[in-house]
């Protein structure tokens, strides 16, 4: 049997991986999807299935481990982080499926990827004997070109016409999907973040999971995947699957601009950058901003780990926190990358160096819903004041 891998050393991948992928940032997002190099070396190292169950060749590590790879790979290049992030997650996400879609996932290639796009509005089903019937049409879905299934939303009919539609989450092959030519976007162009769609397709229960079935208690796959990290609450901590790679964004942008002004000449008075004191406190007070975002990130996910192997489903005001959190420490990153970019001076608005793309790529990461602090600030404000949250998915 071999040696499990340990958190350490998949980290170090992860690093390792960062300057081929980020020599690659430029044609990435040329080729408008991950590059085949990177999808490649990301296989290699085992890094896409960190939260796999071992059971099918997976690490089954922690989840807090998908925000710390992805601050190292995005901060080469925000769309490989993006999908990174993503698309790691959607393994651990199947393994709450029922244990026969999870087979029908896995059992052919179990390093096959998963996209999503879990917008309920998007979809309609109804149930029909054995399964349901989906139709609809899903935008953003992040590397689908790379992936073998896809995780999309939908809305499922009620038994009557005044009964509430219930969430659900389903579990399609991409060869039953249509792809549309839709991803023209002035950031995170590589994550090739593509509608698609599907009329009337048949797909069994089992290939289906209820919003109300991952919430922190046992899931359908329980029965096969019994560890703590598959009772985690998706919703709950889904935003900081978008908040972890604008941490590595805004981490690619420090790293980018401090190298740079070390070495920067002003144009207007031939002073060196580096010795102006209002350069020292931008960067000072962007990489403390970085540094406590991550900080945060990190505790939410350990704390939300810590509940689940104590047996419990966290509370509503813990998932909502977590959610205000991840918003939170967005506007950190934003900041800090603003500050940053700022401080560099004109040098910064020409292509030639890699500060455009990068500002690019965060900016349009920072309009996510998942992240906003304008939802989810207001929810978690509503749920410590005693009112019902709006959102009932959580």
Request: net charge negative.
């Amino acid at each position: 049997m071999s040696k499990k891998v340990t958190r350490e050393e998949m980290l170090d991948r992860a690093k390792s991986l960062v300057p081929a992928i980020k020599a690659r940032a430029a044609e990435t997002e040329k080729l408008g999807q991950l590059h085949p190099d990177t999808v490649k070396e990301l296989i290699d190292t085992g890094l896409w299935r960190i939260v796999q169950p071992a059971r099918v060749g997976g690490s089954e590590l922690d989840y807090t481990l998908i925000i710390e790879a992805t601050q190292h790979i995005g901060s080469a290049c925000g769309s490989t982080g993006w999908a990174f992030s993503n698309l790691s997650s959607h393994h651990w996400m199947v393994a709450m499926y029922n244990e026969k879609a999870q087979n029908a996932v896995w059992d052919d290639d179990p390093e096959t990827l998963v996209a999503t796009s879990v917008i309920y509005p998007a979809g309609r089903a109804k149930k029909v004997k054995g399964g349901f019937e989906l139709t609809g049409r899903w935008p953003f879905c992040s590397g689908i070109m790379h992936s073998g299934f896809a995780i999309l939303g939908g809305l499922v009919e009620g038994e009557s016409k005044d009964a509430p539609m219930e969430p659900r989450m389903f579990l399609v092959a991409k060869s039953d999907l249509e792809i549309h030519e839709t991803w023209d976007v002035i950031g995170l162009a590589g994550t090739g973040s593509k509608d698609v769609s599907c009329d009337k397709l048949f797909l069994p229960d089992y290939m289906a999971l209820g919003a109300h079935e991952c919430m922190g208690d046992p899931t359908p796959g329980s029965a096969v995947n019994p560890a703590p990290l598959y009772r985690l609450p998706v919703a709950a901590l889904f935003a900081h699957l978008i908040s972890g790679p604008i941490l590595g964004m805004a981490t690619g942008i420090y790293n980018t601009v401090v190298e740079g002004l070390q070495g920067q000449i002003s144009t207007y008075n031939k002073s060196r950058v580096a010795d102006h004191q209002t350069t020292h406190l931008r960067v000072s007070k962007a990489g403390a901003q970085l540094d406590a975002a991550r900080i945060v990130m990190v505790d939410n996910c350990n704390e939300a780990m810590r509940i689940a192997e104590s047996g419990r489903a966290p509370n509503t005001e813990e998932k909502f926190r977590w959610r205000r959190d991840s918003a939170f420490t967005t506007q950190l990153c934003a900041d800090a990358a603003d500050q940053l970019y700022r401080g560099t001076g004109a040098s910064a608005i020409y292509n030639r160096n890699s500060l455009p793309q990068q500002y690019r790529d965060i900016n349009a990461g920072l309009v996510h819903i998942g992240i906003s602090w304008d939802v989810n600030g207001g929810e978690y404000g509503k749920v410590i004041l005693g009112l019902d949250p709006a959102n009932k998915n959580i």
